[in-house]
């Protein structure tokens, strides 16, 4: 399944493959409220939920696992160089301490991950 949440509308599709071309099992296109349209810096989450459930019941999806995508005003990446041999939790710590530098709401707000891409290049 893919959730495309955007400025606009929360787009859903779902499909399936079996031996032969995706074949197409649910899709559904759900308009967001005006409001979060002007400015989704500001919008509820909850008001952003709910468009997403209502557009989950219209396509009546089976599946369990999504792919989202989100607008890139919504979404901050930056890589990190960070000491050899730091444990999960160390890295963790880490990355929270560096997200507080980046972005400007309170981090309970935000959803953090990170991913390890091997050794730095200039170290």
Do not use: W
């Given at each position: 399944?893919?959730?495309?949440?955007?400025?606009?509308?929360?787009?859903?599709?779902?499909l399936?493959?079996?031996?032969?071309?995706?074949?197409?099992?649910?899709?559904?296109?759900?308009?967001?409220?005006?409001?979060?349209?002007?400015?989704?810096?500001?919008?509820?989450?909850?008001s952003?939920?709910?468009?997403?459930?209502?557009?989950?019941?219209?396509?009546?999806?089976?599946?369990?696992?999504?792919?989202?995508?989100?607008?890139?005003?919504?979404?901050i990446?930056?890589?990190?160089?960070?000491?050899?041999?730091?444990?999960?939790?160390?890295?963790?710590?880490?990355?929270?301490?560096?997200?507080?530098?980046?972005?400007?709401?309170?981090?309970d707000?935000?959803?953090?991950?990170?991913?390890?891409?091997?050794?730095?290049?200039?170290?």
């Amino acid at each position: 399944m893919g959730v495309d949440i955007g400025s606009h509308t929360i787009k859903i599709v779902e499909l399936s493959r079996s031996n032969g071309p995706f074949q197409l099992e649910a899709y559904a296109v759900e308009p967001l409220p005006a409001t979060l349209m002007d400015d989704q810096t500001s919008a509820e989450p909850k008001s952003v939920a709910q468009v997403l459930l209502k557009a989950l019941s219209a396509a009546s999806v089976s599946a369990r696992e999504a792919v989202v995508a989100l607008p890139d005003t919504h979404v901050i990446c930056k890589h990190l160089e960070v000491d050899a041999g730091l444990s999960d939790d160390e890295l963790e710590l880490y990355v929270r301490l560096e997200a507080e530098q980046y972005i400007p709401y309170a981090l309970d707000e935000a959803a953090l991950d990170f991913d390890v891409l091997g050794p730095s290049p200039n170290n």
